[in-house]
């Protein structure tokens, strides 16, 4: 819908210039690396080898209860099992685990806002 106008035309309009505006930046994007790297972040490391790396969870403002969370929800019992944990560019927490069988999870960390009073 674009503006007052509720017809079928005026979202399909939209949805268009939505369409050519995501075509656009992903060629712009995959052509030139330095602009993919000022319009996307990059992947994270949040645990490596069981060691879980303290300043980039407070950059990412992740708190220890949230990676402890993702890291249950992946069936993992203790952040020293994890060989590696990611925060995806897509804001999935990877976690890959285990010694004697690696599994792979994702856990899709739900953004919160907070809550004014007044």
Known sequence: MVGSNTSLYGGL???SVLFVIN???KKLMYQFPKFSG???EKPEILIHDGKMDFKALSKLNI???ELKEAI???GVEHFSEVKLAMLEIDG???IISGNKS???THYKRLK???KTTG
């Open 72 to 74: 249950r929800e992946h």
């Open 23 to 25: 075509f656009t930046l």
């Open 92 to 94: 999935n927490i990877s």
């Open 63 to 65: 708190t220890n209860d």
């Open 112 to 114: 919160r806002t907070k």
């Open 102 to 104: 690696i599994k792979q």
């Open 13 to 15: 309009a939209a949805a």
């Open 38 to 40: 000022f319009i996307q």
